[in-house]
């Protein structure tokens, strides 16, 4: 079964701090790793995706973490703003036009 | 712009209706796939097209039906064997494995 399980399902987290999320995933042949922000309402959009062959990528205050032996990924979203509240999906694929297997969400809330 | 399009952004239908939900994108992307979602749920794959005339059933495609005659269209249509229609429906695009998704259709039944 081709799963990806995400955590928490929901986080709150005080402006300026550090928001984690987790995902962990069982088929070691999947070689795509995106996560996608989305705003009620609005369409999932690509925020940044990591591929097995390095452990870490940034892009701003976003980073992805990745555990090939773990077989776990997480997003560390660094001083948190209260734009950044949204629900946060992490995913996997085989690669090339493979299909993604979504974890299941996590609502972050940033308070003020 | 170049990006993906969906219509219409609220469609209401009545029980034992048939709807046809669009989605055109031109990004020139090979690959469009329609998706899912419920709160709580996460995404799940209905249908999926990574070629012209070509489309496969995704994890949910019963009560659906697609088609792909244009590269740039892949229209979603709900039938009335669809038991629980009322979702928030996602269109998406990519060129190999980067997805990218229209701003959605809500659909409700009354």
């Known amino acids: 079964q081709q799963q990806v399980k995400q955590s928490p399902q929901s986080l709150i987290v005080q402006k300026g701090g550090i928001s984690i999320i987790n995902c962990a995933y069982e088929?070691?042949?999947?070689?795509?790793f995106p996560w996608y922000q989305q705003f009620p309402g609005k369409g999932p959009a690509l925020l940044i995706a990591i591929r097995p062959d390095v452990s870490e990528k940034k892009e701003g205050r976003f980073t992805i973490s990745f555990n090939k032996s773990a077989k776990q990924f997480s997003l560390h979203i660094m001083d948190s703003q209260p734009g950044d509240s949204a629900t946060y999906f992490c995913a996997a694929s085989l690669g090339g036009y493979s299909t993604l297997t979504f974890g299941k969400g996590t609502m972050l809330l940033v308070s003020p | 712009d170049g990006g993906i399009t969906q219509s219409p952004k609220y469609l209401f239908r009545k029980e034992g209706q048939n709807v046809t939900l669009s989605c055109e994108q031109n990004l020139n992307h090979d690959a469009m796939y329609w998706y899912r979602q419920d709160p709580g749920q996460g995404l799940r794959l209905i249908y999926y097209s990574q070629i012209v005339n070509d489309f496969q059933k995704g994890d949910i495609a019963e009560g659906y039906s697609v088609s792909r005659e244009k590269k740039e269209s892949f229209p979603l249509t709900v039938t009335s064997a669809q038991k629980n229609p009322t979702a928030f429906y996602l269109c998406?695009?990519?060129?190999?494995?980067?997805?990218?998704f229209g701003p959605g259709t809500r659909l409700t039944v009354l």
């Open positions: 998406a695009s990519s060129k190999l494995d980067t997805q990218y």
């Open positions: 088929n070691t042949a999947f070689d795509y």
